[in-house]
């Protein structure tokens, strides 16, 4: 079975940084591509960011464009979200995904088949 095991979140006050990261455990499998989501209460889960595990092609949702990066690390099979100049609007759970699959709508829910548990990014105004 695949986990995805997140980190990094946390509060912080509105204009600063976190970093979030992420990595598969347990069994082993060909990774096309990770995204991060989000989901504030009362809200559907949102598409952030994602990257493509190969080329490393990047892709972001246009309230967090230049101010969030997502990278990897291949050797770790790591993919991080940093995360700079942050606003209260940015507080909800964040949750890593994988897909295994053909990587072809990376902004897409549907696009992943495995999930992480979420961590809690909470910004204070």
């Known amino acids: 079975q695949v986990q995805l095991v997140e980190s990094g979140g946390g509060l912080v006050q509105a204009g600063g940084s976190l970093r979030l990261s992420c990595a598969p455990s347990g069994r082993t499998f060909s990774m096309n591509g990770m995204g991060w989501f989000r989901q504030a209460p009362g809200k559907e889960r949102e598409f952030v960011a994602a990257i493509r595990w190969s080329r490393g092609s990047t892709y972001y949702a246009v309230s967090v464009k230049g101010r969030f990066t997502i990278s990897r690390d291949s050797a770790k099979n790591t993919v991080y979200l940093q995360m700079n100049s942050l606003k209260p609007e940015d507080t909800a759970l964040y949750y890593c995904?994988?897909?295994?699959?053909?990587?072809?709508?990376?902004?897409?829910?549907?696009?992943?088949?495995?999930w992480g548990q979420g961590t809690q990014v909470t910004v204070s105004s």
């Open positions: 995904a994988a897909s295994s699959g053909a990587y072809t709508y990376p902004s897409s829910k549907d696009q992943y088949n495995y």
